[in-house]
């Protein structure tokens, strides 16, 4: 229930078209939102859904502008989703949705959080009725149809092929799709755009798509428009900034992570959203790692941190951050995997190195072999129960594992080289375990990813 505007404290009210909708979300601790904000073709009857990362002391509030045509239905709970039914929405109609979130703190202060998206409906197509008349009939033109909209082009992995000089962009259903001749790329999450020191960025063809500030610490974000960066100063001053392909720095803020051993970090980044608004950025010294932040790209903010007592050897997110595998230094390895930004340990996988997160966060690429007397192997496994759906042993020697995730999807890309990389195996695994081998061009397969 809302706060009445009488109550004693004050009311924070974030609007998604100031903040973001990922910033405003992630302050109202809602993970995902149904549909989604710019969804199209949505039915005029059906659910508003909020994913709560956990289910708040208040309702909130739902409402749609313009209202619904009827009544909508009772709300109520689905686990930690809040669930309004709705109906009468017209067709092809453009409409807005305001979700009230009161996240009151324990010191007394009123927090009202406004989450604010919009969707558009779909078309009703209703029949026309045939006229039955004798009379005869007349000549009518008819209007050539609409072209259907032209799809998006896939989605795309790449690798370069040393021995035939080439980079190979196949898709994700393992058939090649396009071929260019530009070294040491790297690609965006879905493959269309290719970033490359000397020629900036290209498209999937080679042609030119844009210039983006060198910076050695810098990653894709996960839309593929834009890049994470850190800038730093004599001072050590450090600086987290959006770097868009239009050449220009964008400061989010400033990076503060505590020192370690009385001597300052260096960060790193581990994930850049701004599907979610948020980055994750890890300090590092001596090659350990010993705190780590996650920082809304939309103020700089920090949403959560960590210290580590004893430094982690390295530490894996999933694409939005959500999800944080720490590798300890010790004993296997060993990785306990958290959820962010509550903190809150959630599994834990022993004797296996992470490599990547599929994008919904379900699965993990591995490798192993760290431990005396086990065998190196690829491996992708569902973390939460443990069960292997895929695995490659890379013997006799270990591998150079490289994981990709399907971009809004439930895969994930392995290209494995081992035997001194004369050994290679290009890889796509699904959620439900089937698995696709690439052909590869070139017996010596460099991911870009």
Known sequence: MLLAAGVLGFVLVLRAQQNGLGATMAAAHIRAV???????????????????????????????????GSSSGRSRWDGSTFVLPYSG???????HVELDQDASSTKGEHQQIKVRWSFRTGSVATPTPTPTSSAKPTISITATPTP???SPPPA??????????????????????????????LQSPNGAKLWQRRTGVVDSSGQPAGTVAVDQSMMWSDDSQQFCGISGSPSLAYQLELLTLDGNRHRVGPIALPTANQQAVTPILVACSTLTGRAVVAGQQGGSIWNMAMISLTDG??????????????????????YLAEQLPSGGPFTIIRELPSGNQIGQLAEVAVQAFSWDGSLVGVSTGAVPGTAPQAIVMRWQTHQTLWHLCTCPSPASVSVLPEPGGTKLAIIAGWNNQTSWSF???????????VTLASTLAYPAF
């Open 34 to 68: 149904s549909p989604p904000d710019g969804a199209t073709n949505v039915p005029v009857s059906g659910e508003i859904r909020a994913e709560y990362i956990s289910r708040p002391s208040q309702d909130p509030a739902i409402r749609l502008e313009p209202p619904a």
């Open 301 to 322: 903010t920090v949403i959560y941190q960590r210290t580590y007592p004893n430094p982690v050897a390295r530490i894996v997110a999933s694409h939005d951050g959500r």
């Open 148 to 150: 259907p909209p032209t």
């Open 89 to 95: 929405l017209h067709s092809d109609s453009l409409y």
């Open 156 to 185: 795309l992995i790449w690798y370069r092929g040393s021995a035939s000089g080439l980079d190979y962009g196949v898709d994700w259903s393992g058939t090649e799709r396009k071929t260019i001749d530009i070294t040491n790329v």
């Open 427 to 437: 890889i796509i695994v699904d959620a439900d375990g089937t698995t696709k081998w």
